[in-house]
């Protein structure tokens, strides 16, 4: 007797769905009003208004770093206090670091995108992802008090018994970003969730773009090291609050296990923020270079391997804080290992460009600029990472210049191509492609005559978070300034003509830049619920050798008449159903 | 290589820099052919495969994987020996020889005192022998500092409740820079001293004269002497400007109000006391973080410093 053997494939009827251009309804023009965006569950208004907050703090942080560059034009005072300067360095951290650089690609770019890219209408849990928009704003706004009553002068790692002793509002700050850690914890779990459940037919895990690998890498990171954050600023308030001693020495506990706990979820929260950023790199580099990415699987699984070396490696800011030689010894081994997934990311990025069709249009600049940047970044990590030259490099200015090289060169490099490369899908609008260009160049330039002077005055000796300095550092910081100066005219320069292409810009069409990936087979804008068909996957999202027809397929929809030209029967093979 | 390294790093002083040096040379240089190649790629792979027209076709190469093991694995080589170099330069460091002299080292917020094996004190002036380990035990008083010279490529933070050492050789005489770094509050980067490195019949001199104070000062050049060298001006300022403490200009006989509401008018003996135990009668308005000198000056120095005192006004 021969039974059917048991499978877990359908055929499906599919049919061909151009997306609509020049769309009439979307997504920005249904549901308008303020209330309607304040309660909105859409995952795309959503991640708009996360984008406008992280802007709001990149703007008000990127500010502070201006003040602060002013002050270190001469060696000592000049227009304010060291207490002042105390504060506002503290705030620049904290700021850019809790409000601008976890959020920024997960939480503002990957909401809009990742439910587009999965062909579903929204993330699993749309009414969580609303709750943990809410959640950061009440962490900001518990920030905000803590700065208007007192201020934090702790630096951001508020670290004790400095912080357990100092004025200032430090409580109500550290009650800020235990508040906005939920928020974090939150969209990673929505994230999981949406795409282990919610991938379109035919959508298998190795057809997922690298972004979304990358976002649930990063998932995986803020739900699980999040929460030890969380305990440790608990911790913090307990002992200021009710002076049980826990790190205080003055009260018997241990100033060093505050670093521990503080590192052990700092550390990979380097990687929540960067990680996201390599997402963005793969998906830019294929696209311009309208071919398959290279190495699909070693960098899927790359980023995977960092999110979980990444978890092994924070004592390495620990290297001259009295930890034994021993511990220092395999942190900076496990710090080296984390090195090689990270290099082979950006060989498999060089090898993507190899024989590509490179289109030089502005993400694409950015990604080079990335590229260059990071890799930076990179190599001074390398340096770092190596015992004997960290006792002598550790808290200088080369620290500074090495993260910025990794945060500044590499996330926000990443997260502006990203911004240009999206634009058009989230806006309709196409932004001036020359005052873009422009603005990335200064940028760019800018961006070294600020940092690379700060790897020579560190290696030099140069202590950071130094109000005053001696002068034989005064021409590099002053070189150092002209720099940030010059980044702050690039920035002004692109808000102009963001903020033109809104109200002036031209048409956008639904995929300007030719991409394979499916958030470009939705209308530009998309509509309120993304698509008005369930996508059928029968292609990877780097599949340039395949025709654009095969990326467009849907569900076949019997009541709407379909084009029988277009019809096609699906392989089971091809065509693998969740179900 | 030796161009790059005297313009990225400060003079090597003691027996501890030549290893760190090379590293950080070898690493530099590594790293600088590395980043050359990616960035030759990049422009050439931009310029070479630039997009021509719309209709460009790209081949189909989805991966390599003699490719991928060979960049997994030459980097995997080159960090290795980086780690094992860093590693064994990382043990010379922390092993100090065991007829090293030892310095007993307390830090505090803002100064660094230093205390020599026959009872020598001296405050952010660290005098050391040439060609001899020194080995220093240290602690702090208060919160985290952390001690730096980079002419000697040491660092080790200083805490509260535990002690950390460092040690280093000083290969000759001459000055450098101690920094603290590790952030510690208004003053950190004003918390400065100087290691002072003498030959050995120096330095028994030196211990011997203590802090060679010239005995035919006049009290008042001795009190401003001291006032300069202990520290205190990191705090207080001789102009009427308000740093971490009071200034101490136009100081005596003035009314001040305490933090417990009550009223002082500042004669010697809040000076005296306000030197020894700083923090019983603080001025209302300023944190009681200021550590006491008592042991470490003597009667004769505070009577200069507080005749110093009433000359500024």
Known sequence: MATPEPTNTKKLQVRRYKPEENPKETYLTEETGLWAWMTTVDHKKIGLMYLGSITFFFLVAGILALILRTELLTPAQSFITADAYNQIFTLHGAIMVFFFLVPSVPAALGNFILPLQLGCKDVAFPRVNLLSYYIYVVGALFTLIAIFTGGVDTGWTFYTPYSATTGGNVMMMTFGVFILGFSSILTGLNFIVTIHRMRSPGLTWNRLSLFLWSLYATSIIQILATPVLAITLLLLTMERLLSIGIFDPALGGDPVLYQHFFWFYSHPAVYIMIVPGFGIVSEIISTFSRKHIFGYWAIALSSLAIAFIGFLVWGHHMFVAGQSSLANMVFSFLTFLVGIPTGIKIFNWLATMHRGSIDLKTPMLYIMAFLFLFSIGGFTGIMLGALSVDIHLHDTYYVVAHFHYVMMGGMVMAFLGGLHYWWPKMFGKMYNELWAKIACGLLFIGFNVTFLPQFVMGSLGMPRRYFNYLEQFQAYHQFSTIGAYIMGVAFVIMAIYLVHSLFKGKQASSNPWGSRALEWQAASPPSLHNYHHTPVIINGPYDYHKPMSEFQLGIADSHNGHDPHHQKDIETKSVEADK | ?313
Not at chain 2, 91 to 112: C, F, G, H, Q
Not at chain 2, 184 to 198: E, R
């Open chain 2, 1 to 313: 290589m030796n161009r790059l390294s005297d313009f990225m790093l400060p003079p090597a002083r003691s027996t501890l820099a030549g290893e760190v040096d090379a590293l950080f040379n070898f690493i530099n240089v590594v790293s600088l052919i590395l980043l050359i190649g990616i960035t030759i790629a990049i422009i050439y792979f931009a310029i070479r495969y630039r997009r021509k027209s719309d209709d460009d076709t790209t081949p189909l190469i989805t991966h390599n994987s003699k490719l991928e093991i060979t960049w997994s694995v030459i980097p995997l080589i080159l960090v290795m020996i980086v780690f094992g170099w860093g590693y064994s330069g990382y043990l010379t460091m922390t092993n100090a020889p065991d007829d090293a002299y030892e310095i007993r080292v307390i830090a505090k917020s803002w100064l660094w005192e230093f205390h020599y094996q026959d009872g020598q004190t001296s405050i952010n002036e660290l005098h050391v022998p040439e060609n001899r380990p020194v080995k220093l035990i240290m602690s702090s008083d208060d919160v985290l500092h952390s001690f730096y010279v980079p002419d000697f490529r040491v660092k080790m933070d200083v805490i509260p409740n535990r002690y950390t050492s460092v040690w280093f050789e000083a290969t000759g005489p001459g000055e450098s820079v101690i920094y603290c770094a590790e952030y510690c509050g208004s003053a950190h980067s004003q918390m400065l001293a100087d290691v002072i490195v003498h030959t050995q019949d120096d330095f028994d001199l030196w211990l011997e004269a203590g802090d060679a104070i010239d005995e035919d000062l006049t009290p008042v050049e001795l009190g401003r002497q001291l006032v300069e060298r202990q520290g205190c001006l990191a705090c207080h300022s001789t102009d009427g400007s308000t740093l971490q403490g009071p200034t101490f200009l136009d100081i005596m006989g003035r009314e001040r109000l305490l933090t417990d509401g009550t009223t002082v008018t500042i004669d010697e003996n809040y000076l005296r006391q306000s030197i020894l135990e700083p923090n019983t009668q603080v001025a209302d308005g300023f944190p009681p973080i200021m550590p006491s000198y008592a042991g470490s000056l003597s009667d004769r120095q505070i009577d200069a410093i507080i005749e110093y005192l009433k000359t500024l006004d």
